[in-house]
Each structure stands twice: as C-alpha cells, then as structure tokens.
C-alpha cells in the first residue's frame, strides 16, 4: 500500500522537494498542471500549505509537511512527528513605526490572515479587538488607515521594513513540521517512522 505524502506550494515547498529528491534519489516532477506524482513506494500530493492539515486528517494523505504556524491557527489535531528545522518564520504583531499601538482604544482593529492566532493572542493579553480578515498582502492595511495592527508572518522582516512597520510582539516561532493522520500511523507505522528516520537523517547531513 502506498504511502501518501502531502507536500505543500508555497514558502516551504522548495526546500520539502529537495528533501524528498534526496531521499528519493530522483527528481520529483509533476508534470504539466499534474498535482499527484508517484515515485516508488510513495505518492506526493502538491496541495496548498493551508490545505494541508484538512488533507491529512481527513486521511487523503497519511502524512504532510506543514508548517507550525499553519497548525495552530488550524488547531489540528495531528500526529507532530518531528521538527524539519526549515521554514522558519515569526507569527508576530506589528505596526507603523515612530508610533506606539493604542492599547485604551474600546477595540484595536487587527488585520490578519490568521484570525484565530491573533484572537487567542490578544484575548490572552485582556485587550480588546475588532479583527478583519484578509487573505494577503497585510503590510499594506495600516498604511491607508484599515487598521491599526496587524498579525502576520515574518521571515526576513522585509516586507514589514519596506512598509514602514515594526515589530510589537512575537505570537509564534515557527518551523515546517512533518505531521501524520492518526489512523494512518496506527495502520502504516512501519513506512511513516522510516519516512521519519529517512528525513532526519538527510536534515542532520545537511546541518
Ligand atoms: C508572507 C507574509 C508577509 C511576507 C513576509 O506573505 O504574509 O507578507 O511573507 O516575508 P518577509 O519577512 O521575508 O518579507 P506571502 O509571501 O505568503 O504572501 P501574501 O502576502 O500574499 O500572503
């Protein structure tokens, strides 16, 4: 029975390919607009990194590569089966320079992708907010006026810097992790732990 890896588009993607293809000494092409690919024992699912946890515990992939950050927002509840140690980024609030966030305010309007995140987070500090989702390109809202901070991702800090933004608090530190369905470890434990041991390795050569 065939393993099925769900790997994810996006920020971490190239890095998990390059993993894969040395493990799997081959080059991993998924032809044209195809988004599933088979090498040997193993087939690769290309699925976009929010969609990875709903791939993997509804069970069309027994295992993925997701990165913590996608996790918690999504509160998945998923087998976290080792820390690849790429992919690192912040989840952090931020705000325009030369300014300090107005914590009185009734409500701090907090633009995010990640609403959950933010909600916990501020809920955690007592301070109340209006949160307005969007689905990218989040730097640009307190410019124009559409809030006051905002929650996102942070990996080089340069898109924040360009925008005149800086750094409030850290909410996250996150990595890509490699997490599994819990049914599937149960039935297919034998090829995650030596999927896991395989990936361990190369990620230790490489270090
Ligand atoms: C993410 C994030 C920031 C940017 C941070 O956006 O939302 O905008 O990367 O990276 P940096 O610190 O290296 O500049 P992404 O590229 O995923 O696009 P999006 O804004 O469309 O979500």
């Known amino acids: 029975m065939k393993l099925r890896i769900a790997l994810p588009k996006g920020r971490i993607a ?44 509804h069970q069309a992939a027994d295992v ?11 509160s998945s509840q998923l087998v976290r089966l080792l820390d690849l140690g790429f992919g690192h980024c912040r989840v952090v609030v931020a705000s325009p320079m030369g300014s300090e966030i107005d914590n009185t305010k009734p409500a701090l309007r907090i633009a995010t992708k990640m609403v959950n995140l933010a909600k916990s987070y501020f809920a955690s500090q007592a301070i109340a907010v209006e949160i307005i989702k969007l689905y990218g390109s989040i730097e640009l809202a307190p410019s124009v006026g559409l809030c006051d901070a905002i929650v996102d991702i942070v990996e ?49 050569t490489a270090r």
């Open 14 to 57: 190239e890095r998990a390919l390059t993993i894969f293809e040395q493990i799997c000494g081959t080059h991993i092409a998924f032809s044209g607009r195809k988004l599933l690919c088979d090498v040997g024992d193993w087939q690769f699912l290309l699925v976009r990194n929010q969609d990875i946890p709903a791939y993997v515990q």
């Open 156 to 204: 080089t800090g340069n898109t924040l810097k360009e925008n005149a933004l800086k750094i409030d608090a850290v909410i996250l530190q996150s990595s890509a992790y490699l997490v599994a369905n819990p049914n599937s470890f149960y039935a297919k434990r034998k090829a995650i732990l030596s999927l896991r041991a395989q990936l361990q390795n190369v990620i230790e």
């Open 64 to 74: 993925g590569i997701v990165g913590l950050d996608v996790l918690e927002e999504q």
